[in-house]
């Protein structure tokens, strides 16, 4: 997957994609700490990849969940949000 600058960057589907990766790929450690690192920097929110790897609530560990958390806070927060598909 092509890393983008900012997370206006992406659509939805192409962040869904990503957490995905982060979660399930089988990167070496050196490779899942670049992308660990990417999610933190475009994303802003304080939680950081807390929120892929140790979320408030358990059923909010999908994708889809941290899209829709991030969606929420960014909108709070005056930040944009994603690319239109």
């Not at 600058?5 to 790929?25: H, M, P, R, V």
């Amino acid at each position: 997957m092509v890393l983008k600058g900012k997370l206006s960057d992406y659509t939805e589907a192409e962040f869904i994609e990503f957490i995905n990766e982060i979660k399930f790929a089988s990167n070496d450690e050196a490779e899942e700490d670049k992308l660990i690192l990417h999610f933190k920097r475009v994303v802003g929110h304080p939680a950081g990849s807390d929120l892929i790897f140790y979320p408030e609530n358990k059923a909010e560990n999908t994708a889809e969940e941290i899209i829709q958390i991030l969606k929420k806070w960014r909108a709070a927060q005056g930040l944009p949000g994603f690319k239109s598909e």
